[in-house]
Nanobody, 116 residues
Framework: QVQLVESGGGSVQPGGSLRLSCAAS????????MGWYRQAPGEKRELVAT???????NYADSVKGRFTISRDNAKNTVDLQMNNLKPEDTAVYYC??????????WGQGTQVTVSS
């Protein structure tokens, strides 16, 4: 099993920044992909950004150039730096890991609200 604890959500005005962090524990040696997803009210959960253990990244088109995903292997954390936030970025953000064999684990979610 993997345990994921997210932090860093909150409220910010348009154009502001937030940094989300996800701390992983448990079977972290078998993690192959770490990422962030989000779900707005009434919408499906969508990919925001992913990062493989090999260092490959993937971003949703809507966040490219504004969001950056990074991983600290020593601390077993994956962070999402979000700059130039827009109201449409408002959602619950979920940390996700994929283990060897394809098992998925999710964090509990953290709310991000962008509003003036």
């Amino acid at each position: 099993q993997v345990q994921l604890v997210e932090s860093g959500g909150g409220s910010v005005q348009p154009g502001g920044s937030l940094r989300l962090s996800c701390a992983a524990s448990g079977r972290i040696f078998s993690i192959v992909v770490m990422g962030w997803y989000r779900q707005a009210p009434g919408e499906k959960r969508e990919l925001v950004a992913t990062l493989t253990t090999g260092g490959s990244t993937n971003y949703a088109d809507s966040v490219k150039g504004r969001f950056t995903i990074s991983r600290d292997n020593a601390k077993n954390t994956v962070d999402l730096q979000m700059n130039n936030l827009k109201p449409e970025d408002t959602a619950v953000y979920y940390c996700n890991v994929i283990l060897v064999g394809g098992l998925n684990w999710w964090g509990q979610g953290t709310q991000v609200t962008v509003s003036s």
